[in-house]
């Protein structure tokens, strides 16, 4: 495996799609096959990939157990959102490398279905596809907590807030059989949830949860809002807010305050474009005055598309994984903690905001 590329096959070719050119882009990494049920899909994105020249010689299949049978080392599994376990499952079976987008389960069951599968097969390597934890300011927030910077952190706040298009009227458009219709939106938070998890090195133990939903598109079938209060292991409250129905266009906030110091992202700017800013106890004036920090979404050296740069750097972080026999970098545990705590605030909601507890698994 040393001297040679990683082979990946992609299954899904919505979320798909940019990950192939991805691929293809990072020294070490091989597009060998695509995989899409939808045949127009499957056409319309080999044709892109090679019009693009972001590859040439990949096969085009459209069932999972085919693309298992090509010549490949790794699965990047991005179908739809709330059924990535059992195909995780099958492709360890079959002796492959799995790098899996988000939330990488759906229940608790899943979950230890997931914990097995990778436990079963610790030649593998499973690593969950959490692509903000490669965003430039999250390192560096995580930076400065392990240097002390924040103290004990008291609160955290994480928004997604990502609305669908909405008319002059405020009636949302209508997504017909897209899977975020049919998922309810506070489990749809690893974007938000990981990141914090990540940079506290905290695992969430309890919930409490209220999903208010005034705006439903037509076909949806679950709440499109949803605000959570969790609390973690070193006895952080972190409040976390999905807002898919609202007019609030897209965007991430995040916030840290701590007994030393405070950090947050600057919600006047678009998302893409914003900074840091700070105070820190023992920066003098900074109780009067805000500290810019200038870091925004992207790496330097990496390609602005994909969320940034965050895809192809995550891409390179599995390939580096399979490649020198390593630690996956957001293995199965952290890929739980980041996803459960979602299925259980949507539970804690259904109960009136009822506390749940989140097992550790």
Known sequence: MNNKKVKFGVFGLVRGKGISACIADVDG????????KDSQKL????????????????????????LLSCDIDAVFIANDANCHVEYVVKAMEAGKHVLSEIPAVSSEEEARVLKKAVADHPHLKYMCGENSLYWAFV???KSLYNEGKFGDVVFARGEYLHARYFDKQGNQNPESGHWRLAIPAIEYLTHTLGPLLYILDDRCISVTCAEPDPVAAAGRTAPANGMAVFRTQKGTAINVTICFGAYVGFDHNFSLYGTKGMIETDNTKSFFDAHSFARFIDVPDTNKEKLEIPVKLEMPGFGEDGHGGADERMIKAFVECVVNDTKSPIDVDMAIRMSLPGIYAHLSAQNGGQVMTIPDI
């Open 139 to 141: 390192q560096g927030w």
């Open 43 to 66: 056409s319309e994105v080999s044709q892109w990939l090679k019009k693009e020249k972001k590859a040439e010689a990949f096969k085009c299949v459209e069932s999972f157990d085919e």
């Open 29 to 36: 990494a091989e597009l060998t096959a695509v995989c899409d």
